[in-house]
């Protein structure tokens, strides 16, 4: 047991905040120990009833069965390549951009009157570390078919598209968006530049700084050390593959319906 826990302190900070929240809440939901209803997002519940707790579960209801082990599998890999890759030793700045990212998503979405706010976080994080990659960085679809990391956004939604209608384009497209004001504003799209016009927005408060022990950092990074190679799951799960195989499924899906579990 010690063991485990100490394999799990190894992960990065925000990382393991993230993913253990999707677990709990996730998980809570597909052992019906909680409905559904009660952690997904409604405006009157949440402001006029103050249930905010729905605020920040709804960022994390997977959308359950096999298909959330690869939604789980992929907020892992893409926040770890963020947190050991260009925000290395700055998590507090990563986990303030992250709420702000949050907050942005939640306001872009009011238009499409989303319940559940998963997928398009999964796409706005995937976004920023795709943009931050590597020039060159590669990715894998289905473990097949090699193409460029930066293109990784865009065959989400491509995917969504295919597989899900516009319904489900419309659900993570905020997510899209976010992701690119928040690469534009805080990085800015010249590498080796001082960033961007939100750049200075985007450190952390002292207090999250301090709390976390980050340190002033000297400056941005411009590359994503983390791995530049990715697969990118199926909408749906796969057929099992022969032995030795790494190709993995994942499903889209099209989200979750008010009050259903």
Known sequence: MNDFLAEIRKIPPVTRL??????????SSMLKIVNAYKIIYAYPLVFEQL?????????FLGSGGINYVFELVMLYRSMDQLESGPYANRSADLAWQLFAA???ILVASIPVKSFVFFRPLLLCIAYVDSALAPPGAQTSLLGLVRLPIRFLPYVMLGMDLLMGGPGAVAHSLPGAVVGHLWWWGVWGPEIGGAGGILHNWGAAPRWLAEWMGQTPPPGPARANSGGGVQVIPPRRPAAAAPAGSRTTGYNWGSG?????E
Request: charged content about 10%.
């Open 18 to 27: 993230l993913c253990i929240s999707s677990l709990s809440v996730t998980g």
């Open 256 to 260: 979750q319906r008010l009050g259903e």
């Open 51 to 59: 249930q905010i707790w729905r605020l920040y579960t709804s960022f």
């Open 102 to 104: 949050g907050v942005g």
